[in-house]
């Protein structure tokens, strides 16, 4: 919801990867050779249902490869004495394990960078759920597991994120793609595997000196919520990132760290009540709509005179409903509260469910089966009396949450005209039932059988 979890979405600014030397001071020891399943390991941009996009994608430099241990250095005509790292003297360029131990031990405790951003994520997921009300729910869970993922991916090497993000893409589109629900299975069931992938990945650094140090230099999860006044900050620590990697002694290596703690613990605060504020503002909204869905009911009950058919109160109320997606959307969720379905959400989201049926649906439920029988009756009895004219399956308002569209970027906008030919199909209908109550001699009945009479 991509979602986007949006969904309203903004850029997210993010850290360059182009500097040659972007590994240089984390490396407390020679890279080790990178595991061979990283390579594999591809990562899809963020993504919200409401158009929040995420940082483009960054290749990885000649010098970056090399730190990585994936190029071989030319051989040395004279033998090289090595510095052992973890014994380096105090002025050394390279940061010990050690150094950056005691560092992580005063600057980042508790793994406060990380859980900031795994917070925030958590946060955000439950974002998606309040923006997607009226989406599958596989969908739903779906982007809310996709803003877990990338709140995982921004404790991680720019290099390594990105590899994860162009493989998670392919999986995330065809996902949204399809309004078969099985088919979306099988594509969860394979972001599944790469969240493992992540996963695995996530815990190493957690456990690294030097990537964990790196990590607090990245971009923030959720930096596309920040507002003009942060960008400042996000310079900054970027510019803290370059300085790091080029210091040469410990004073000012715990000088940088510092700030850049400072800053980033700063940014995600901003993020985390950008966050809530959001969630309120969708909740708010969601209710609202739910409201004036029962509302357009009650409207619809309220005709009288000569329009007060079953047809017409069903085409009153849909217009109602279809005036726009938050509207569709709202509807589509209320009406989609069977008993199964209420079964389901006393077991999977109870806290959900409660303010569903706050708003009585079952109220909602019946009145509309009773109004689409009725029609569906005089539709079939104008059958009989119009045999001459060949029916198209007449389609009801209840019916669409059967049939619901792919959940991609435009679903609310989808079944929004779901609706639209719901209230086709029962104008056509009125107008057949109007023709048939007219006398076999009527010139109406005789220019409506012309005009709809089959090939």
């Known amino acids: 919801m991509t979602t986007s979890a949006t969904g309203s979405t903004v850029a997210v600014r993010p850290v360059s990867s182009a500097d040659p030397d972007s590994h240089q001071a984390f490396d407390a020891a020679p890279r080790r050779e990178p595991d061979a399943t990283?390579?594999?390991?591809?990562?899809?941009?963020?993504?919200?249902?409401?158009?929040?996009?995420?940082?483009?994608?960054?290749?990885?430099?000649?010098?970056?490869?090399?730190?990585?241990g994936e190029s071989s250095a030319p051989a040395l005509t004279t033998p090289q004495t090595a510095v052992d790292p973890l014994h380096a003297p105090p002025d050394s360029t390279h940061p010990t394990e050690?150094?950056?131990?005691?560092?992580?031990?005063?600057?980042?405790k508790k793994d406060a960078n990380a859980t900031g951003d795994t917070d925030n994520a958590e946060w955000s997921a439950q974002l998606e759920q309040a923006a997607m009300a009226g989406y599958p729910d596989d969908a739903r869970n779906f982007e809310q597991d996709v803003q877990r993922d990338l709140g995982m991916l921004a404790q991680l090497p720019a290099d390594v994120a990105t590899e994860y993000r162009e493989k998670m893409k392919a999986t995330w589109d065809a996902f949204e793609s399809t309004p078969n629900i099985w088919q979306r299975d099988q594509y969860a069931h394979e972001a599944g595997t790469i969240r493992d992938q992540i996963r695995r990945d996530y815990q190493e650094a957690r456990t690294d000196p030097s990537e964990r140090a790196q990590a607090i230099f990245n971009v923030p999860f959720g930096s596309d919520l920040l507002g003009d006044s942060a960008q400042e900050d996000l310079t900054e620590?970027?510019?803290?990132?370059?300085?790091?990697?080029?210091a040469n002694t410990k004073v000012d290596r715990e000088s940088i760290l510092s700030a850049a703690s400072q800053i980033k613990h700063s940014l995600q605060d901003q993020i985390t009540s950008t966050l809530k504020s959001q969630i309120e503002v969708h909740k708010r909204a969601a209710e609202a709509s739910r409201k004036e869905v029962m509302q357009a009911l009650d409207e619809a009950q309220g005709l009288s005179g000569a329009g007060a058919t079953p047809g017409n109160r069903l085409e009153y109320f849909t217009r109602l409903i279809s005036r726009d997606e938050a509207h569709a959307r709202a509807f589509t969720e209320l009406r989609d509260l069977t008993a199964e379905r209420v079964e389901q959400l006393q077991k999977s989201d109870p806290g959900r469910l409660a303010q569903l049926m706050a708003f009585k649906p079952e109220r909602l439920q019946r009145q509309l089966l009773d109004w689409e029988n009725a029609l569906l009756a005089q539709d079939e009895e104008a059958a009989r009396k119009l045999p001459e004219v060949t029916l198209d399956r007449l389609k009801f308002p209840s019916d669409v949450r059967l049939y619901v569209p792919a959940p991609g970027p435009n679903y609310g906008e989808d079944l929004r005209l779901r609706y639209v030919d719901v209230i086709n199909s029962i104008v056509a209908a009125e107008k057949r039932i109007s023709a048939a109550q007219e006398p076999p001699s009527s010139p109406i009945r005789k220019n409506y059988i012309k005009t709809h009479q089959s090939a």
């Open 38 to 68: 990283r390579s594999l390991r591809r990562k899809r941009p963020p993504h919200n249902p409401h158009n929040r996009q995420g940082p483009p994608p960054s290749l990885r430099s000649a010098a970056q490869l090399i730190a990585r």
């Open 98 to 108: 050690a150094e950056l131990t005691s560092l992580l031990a005063r600057y980042d």
């Open 237 to 246: 620590l970027g510019a803290l990132k370059r300085q790091f990697r080029h």
